[in-house]
């Protein structure tokens, strides 16, 4: 059978359920088999009630993605969350196209592109290098909040309020009582969303309204 006319790992895509209710989570590890921490993240978001999962690359391995099915996907949920490897200072090559190419103008942002206006988005991430190696004096140099602005600017851009990501710094030296802990308090967040303790004091959704002269011409 050819690879791309298998089924993949999440099955077939779901019907959206009841609009402005659910989770919808996007998966994006291009060696899932292989992770230690991302495919555990996954398999409890897939036992929690409301979590519509998509792994990205089992779904698209050939890159062509179906956006009119994840538009209905993102319409359907209230609750957007991005759970993926970083990978050099961003989000892995598909999660990125995922946004190029289902984020459209009119829809997602823009003139009309109030879509997603009132929702929430949430990173979910996992890095290679500890916490100490994200420091002025650390090898990336940076505190990893500086890595931070192209998620929260594309949540602002279509209306969402970005939530406090959850980050797990060392993924590969974890030990795994660690893992463990950080897998639980995932599926926790998850099943008790949206009542967060720190929900009350996020301020409402930005509104970032692009004139319509900044729109480049087809």
């Not at 791309?4 to 989770?23: E, F, N, S």
């Not at 979590?51 to 993605?65: E, G, M, Q, S």
């Not at 190029?100 to 988005?121: F, I, M």
Request: proline share 10%.
């Amino acid at each position: 059978m050819d690879e791309h006319l298998r089924t993949p790992p999440d099955g077939p895509i779901p019907a959206p359920p009841v609009a402005g209710q659910g989770i919808y989570l996007l998966a994006a590890h291009p060696n899932l088999r292989e992770s230690r921490v991302n495919r555990r993240l996954l398999d409890a978001a897939r036992n929690v009630a409301r979590v519509d999962t998509n792994d990205l690359y089992a779904r698209y391995p050939d890159y062509f993605i179906d956006v009119a099915a994840e538009q209905a996907r993102l319409a359907a949920a209230q609750l957007i969350v991005l759970l993926h490897p970083i990978h050099w200072y961003s989000m892995p090559a598909l999660q990125k196209l995922w946004l190029d190419e289902v984020l459209t103008y009119g829809w997602a942002y823009g003139v009309g592109g109030d879509a997603l206006r009132g929702k929430d988005l949430w990173l979910v991430a996992t890095t290679g290098g500890p916490s100490d190696s994200y420091h002025p004096q650390g090898y990336n140099r940076y505190f990893f909040d500086a890595f931070l602005p192209p998620y929260a600017q594309t949540a602002a851009l279509c209306g969402m309020r970005f939530l406090p990501p959850l980050l797990l710094h060392g993924a590969r030296s974890a030990s795994e009582p660690e893992v463990t802990q950080h897998v639980e308090r995932f599926r926790q967040r998850l099943q008790s969303y949206p009542r967060w303790p720190e929900m009350d004091e996020l301020g409402n959704c930005p509104a970032c309204d692009v004139p319509l002269a900044d729109r480049p011409r087809d």
